[in-house]
């Protein structure tokens, strides 16, 4: 029964550190560059109320 136990230990340990290796081993982010206009329209006028 020990031997099980300790296996299942050595096997979670394992998936642990498979997980935080593949988070740290990940590529850089960079967000995509957006076009944004240099000046937004103007919306209605309406007065709504």
Known sequence: ???RTALARS???FVIASLL???VSGPDHTPPEMPLPAKFGEGSTKNIG
Request: charge should be positive; aromatic fraction near 12%.
């Open 1 to 3: 029964m020990r031997g």
């Open 11 to 13: 096997a979670a340990y």
């Open 21 to 23: 290796a593949g988070c």
